[in-house]
Structures are given as C-alpha cells and as structure tokens.
C-alpha cells in the first residue's frame, strides 16, 4: 500500500510536467488524464473511494473531454505547434521555475520539520460523505447549484451567435447603408422599394388579390 | 491499515500546485493556461482530502466536491470564452485580447 501511495505519486508527478511542457494541446490534455487518474488512485489509497470515483468520472470523463472537444473544434494545424516552441522558450520559463522551486522547498523543509504524522486510512464510505454534505454543508450545496446555474447560463450566452437585430425601419440590414449613401440604380423611389424589390412584391401582392378574389367567388 | 504520513501527502500537493504555477506562469497559449488551471484546483482538492483523511472525517472530501463543482462551471466558461478568442482574433495568445476594445 505504501509503495502503491509512491508509484501513483511518482506517475502524477511526472505526468503533470509531460503536461506543461508540451507543444500539442492534444499530447498534454492527454497526459492530464493520466495526472488526474493517478491522483484518483492517491485518493483510494486514503480512504475516499467516493472522490476517487468522482475525479474518474467527472474530471477525466467530462471536464477533460469537454477540453478535448473544444480542441478538436478550434481545428489548430500543425503551424500551431511551431509557434508553441517559439512561445516556450527556456528565457520564458526559467524565472517561473526557479522562483516555484524555492517555493516548494521552502514548504517541504516545514512540512519536514514538523515531524511525521500518520494519516489513518479508514475509509470514509459515501453514506457519510453525503450526510455531512446535505446536513452541515446544505448552504454550500445551494450556493453550488446556483454557480452551475450562472455557468450554464453564461456558457449558453457566450456560445451563442450573435443574432443581428435591427428596428422595423431599417428591417433590411443594408437599408440604412443605402439610405446614406444612396447610389443610382440603389435609389428608393417613394414606395420605400429598390428597382429589385419590385417584381417579387408585385407578384406577392398580385397573389393575395387572387386569392381574395377566389374567395369571393366562392 | 498502512501508514504513509500526512507530510508525504501534502508534498504531493505543493509539488503538483506549482507545477501547474509554473505553467500559468509561463505559457502563452490560453489553452495551456486553462489546464494549468485545472492542475491548481485538483492539487487543492488533493489537499483537503489528505487532511480529511488525516482526522478520518468526511469534510474534506465535501471540500472536494464542491471544488470540482467550481471547476466544472469555470472550465464551461471559460472554454467558451476560449471560442470567442479564437473566433474574433483567429488565434490562441492570451495577449492577443490585452488592449480591450469591445
């Protein structure tokens, strides 16, 4: 079990830097699977069966393929991955790194110094998971439905084509256009109608009167 | 059961929270940026749960749900505010839209 907890360690470890170090956005979506099901195998191993099943399901099955889908639609070509290595250049990435680095040695050297404290891996089975989350956490709940709410709301709002949406007077979206700048064989006579309008509403108009008239004979 | 200690969880943590940093820190693509992004939130859940485990009980992993709830609407808006970038500049540079004039 201990070395289960370091393989699975080990593996997202390496898998996240395969994640941010490659070119193709296809290549590192896939290796943050493997990052996020390694980490769901961390979560058995501590006892949370129910997140784990979670992070499979909802971060590697939806989140990430939504991802993939949106890569897939953008439709990036192959020139996408040279100007990736032009982006991602060791100037670029070196400061970052190196200022991390001393970070997390940093928190590593306090963790150490604290001394060891065992983790007791019993595990936490789902009844009591959802107990606590729908008596002590109900408020989060609601506060989360609502955040998923204004997610899917903006997600539909910003996804959508914009519908042009002009007044009645312009219904025609190049009307005003011609209206400022009316050219000779675009000038509106006094029926507000081009010399192209006017046989289709003829004929529409032509239309009604006979039906109206064959009405009135029946 | 066994006994790996809380420490060697929360390093785990720290070292897969700053590597999704240095990602956002030092990516262009937004695309790159997003999952950066993600890797941050999943290492937060990663440490609530160690320290749920670590009093055996169930807070943490309703910490975690509700992390992966924020993710799921972040990632929906934010893949559609991807599409739009593509979509006006025809490209994926995050600094493509810095001077924002509508």
Known sequence: ?218 | MTSFSMEHGLILATIIFMLGLIGLLSRKNIVFILMSVEIMLNAAGLAFVVAGSRWSQPDGQVMFIFILAMAAAEVSIALALIILLHRKFKTLDADAAHNMRG
């Open chain 1, 1 to 218: 079990m201990n070395a289960l907890f370091y393989i699975a360690s080990v593996v997202a470890i390496a898998a996240t830097i395969m994640v941010i170090t490659r070119l193709n956005s296809i290549h590192a979506l896939l290796y943050l699977i493997v990052s996020l099901l390694s980490v769901a195998v961390i979560f058995f191993l501590l006892g949370a069966p129910f997140v784990a099943a979670l992070e499979v399901i909802v971060y590697a099955g939806a989140i990430m393929v939504l991802f993939v889908f949106v890569v897939m639609m953008l439709n990036l070509g192959p020139q996408t991955v040279e100007q990736e290595s032009r982006w991602f250049n060791p100037k670029i990435w070196i400061g970052p790194a190196a200022l991390s680095a001393i970070l997390i040695a940093e928190f590593i050297y306090v963790l150490i110094s604290h001394g060891r404290q065992n983790l007791d891996t019993r595990m936490i089975n789902p009844k009591q998971v959802g107990f606590s989350l729908f008596s002590t956490y109900l408020l989060g709940v609601e506060l989360a439905s609502m955040l998923l709410l204004a997610g899917i709301i903006g997600a539909y709002h910003l996804g959508r084509r914009k519908e042009a949406v002009f007044h009645r007077y312009f219904r025609r979206p190049d009307a005003l256009y011609e209206r400022l700048h009316p050219k000779e064989e675009n000038k509106i006579d006094e029926n507000g109608l081009k010399a192209g309008d006017k046989p289709l509403s003829k004929t529409n108009v032509s239309g009604m009167k006979q039906k109206k008239s064959e009405r009135g004979e029946l």
